[in-house]
Structure formats: structure tokens, C-alpha cells
């Protein structure tokens, strides 16, 4: 299934790119990673922990070779790799039932995409449009790693079953950090790849001017509106739940980091996130009780958590 999904992933590779995807390395990391993830031990602590390690390595060939073309042949030649760290981690266990084992594997791939995510952001460069192409099918057309963040930030924040398998009592919270910190690349990633013919801001984007591709590109905004918008459901969203709990040291930190997750996707996607029903008027609600709530706080105590998340709202 994934390699049906990413079949035509990478971008036809430049003559100068040929070197790189005959690079040594590239391939041993290749060949180990499909290894790794083949066979009856493919669900296991070890093939996590080796996943692990060479996702690591092949973010530090990639940084290493700091160059678009890098980031180009690296697509080429480890997308069967990423195939299978994807089936791998999915056939493992669903992502409730997780392991910090499998949390650190998944956190190692998304850096890695990341990574290539911000090699094909650099501007004014052709080359950087086919790599953009590239990562965008990765990272946007396919629902899988929006709705793997998603559901790891459900997990690393109210899984008690997750905290208490963690070995340090911040582990839960760093990867949480990590998770938002990533989420946020991405959104801003959305931003760019997908362009202002997709948000709406060109007359282009609009009625029978609309360009096949322009269509398609707004059909993977509105998804990962959709997907996004989840964050905030009353209830049931990362976000409304993380805002329901108690602001202390420990809170704050992801409470913080989920606002500044919000001011971006505010900034991109504007009223778009208020649409699903009820989200409006419970954060409007939240907005006017609980800041009046912080405001007071931050005045009684200038060093508390609530002096930054106030900060912040100012």
C-alpha cells in the first residue's frame, strides 16, 4: 500500500544528482533499512531501536551534505526505505498502544522528512521547485503523516499507559515538544508548497479560472484543514484538552508551544480552522475566562508560568 502511495515520489534526478544517488552510504542505508524492516522480528524493540539509528544517520549524511541535490537523490533512493519504516511502524501496534520505543523510531523519520522538507523551502532556486513537488507528495498528498503527528500528540500527552513506560519523567514532554515543533514546520511547509493559488488569495484560485493543478493543491489544504482543525474540537482536540488542564511548569511548556502552533495556522489558514461546529464560540469562551484567569495570576506572581503564556497572548 505505501509503495503504491509514494510510487513516483522522488523528482527526476540531474545529471549532477546521479552521482549522489550512487553514493555509498545513501545505499547502505537503503539496503539496511528495508532489512531492518522485513520479517517476522519487523514489530520488535530491536527493529525500532535500528530504525532508529539509521534514520539518524542518514539525517546526518543529509545534513552533511547540506545540498539540494543531496536532498533530491536522498528521496530517489531511500523511498523504498520510507515505504517500509511506514508499513513497519503501522503493522507494529496501533498508535495508542505505543511504546517510547516506537515514539523515538516515528520521531527519527519525521526529522528526517523534515529535514528535506527545509532543503526544498530554499527560495529562488529551480531546483528547489521539483524537490518541493517531491517532499509536497510526501508530507501533503498522502493523509498518513499529518494523521501520524496528530495521533502521537494524542498519545505523549494523555496516555498513562505511555508515561509510565518512560524511562526519564520529561521524556513524554520532550517528545511532545518535538511533535509540536515539527507540526508547526509542517503547517509552514503547507504554506509554501501549496501557494496562494491554493489558500485563496489569487484570482486564479477562484471559479472557472482554477487550474486543474490549482484544484488539486486546494483539495490538499482543505484536507489537512480538516485534519487540523481537529486539534481544536471541544472536547476531543490535543489542544482543548491541553488548555483544560492546570497551567504549571510542566503544562506550560506545551501549552505554549500548541499557541504558537495556533498563531501559525491562523496566520496561513485564518477563519478556515473556525468553521467546524462549535469551535468558535468554546474558544471564544475559553479566551475571555481563562486569560482573565492568567492576567490576574501573572499580576500576583511576575516569574509564574502564566506571565509567559500572557506574554505571549500580548
Partial sequence: Q???????????????????AHDPELLRLKDQLVK??????????????????????????????G?????????????????????????????PAWS?????????????????????????????????????????ARPYVLDLMLEMLQLVHFSADYHAQCAA??????????????????????????????????????????????AAQAAMLQAAVTKLAGLLAPGTGTVAR??????????????IAAMQLLRHMFDLLGAQLLEVEGVAQHYVALHFGEFSRYYEAAGSDASSAYTDVCKLHL
Fill in 2 to 20: 505505501h509503495r503504491a502511495l509514494m510510487d513516483g515520489l522522488a523528482s527526476p534526478l540531474a545529471a549532477s544528482e546521479e552521482v549522489k
Fill in 242 to 255: 491541553l488548555m483544560e488542564q492546570q497551567l504549571t511548569d510542566q503544562t506550560a511548556a506545551a501549552q
Fill in 36 to 65: 531492518a524492516c522485513a520479517g517476522s522480528s519487523a514489530s520488535g524493540t530491536d527493529m525500532l531501536q535500528k530504525v532508529q539509528q539509521l534514520l539518524l544517520d542518514a539525517r546526518r549524511w543529509l545534513v552533511a551534505a
Fill in 100 to 140: 517510547p520505543d516506537h515514539v523515538a523510531a516515528a520521531l527519527a523519520m519525521l526529522h528526517l522528512y523534515s529535514a528535506l522538507a527545509q532543503h526544498a523551502a530554499v527560495p529562488n532556486q529551480p531546483a528547489a521547485h521539483q524537490l518541493r513537488k517531491a517532499v509536497r507528495k510526501l508530507l501533503l
Fill in 67 to 95: 545540498s539540494l541535490q543531496a536532498a533530491s537523490a536522498m528521496l530517489q533512493v531511500l523511498e523504498p526505505a520510507f515505504s517500509a519504516v511506514e508499513s513497519a511502524l503501522q503493522q507494529s501496534a496501533p498508535v
Fill in 169 to 214: 519523567r520529561h521524556e513524554a514532554l520532550a517528545s511532545a515538544l518535538m511533535l509540536w515543533e515539527l507540526l508547526d514546520g509542517l503547517v509552514r511547509f503547507a504554506g509554501l508548497a501549496l501557494g496562494p493559488q491554493a489558500l485563496g488569495q489569487g484570482a486564479a484560485a477562484s471559479g472557472s479560472n482554477r487550474q486543474p493543478q490549482d
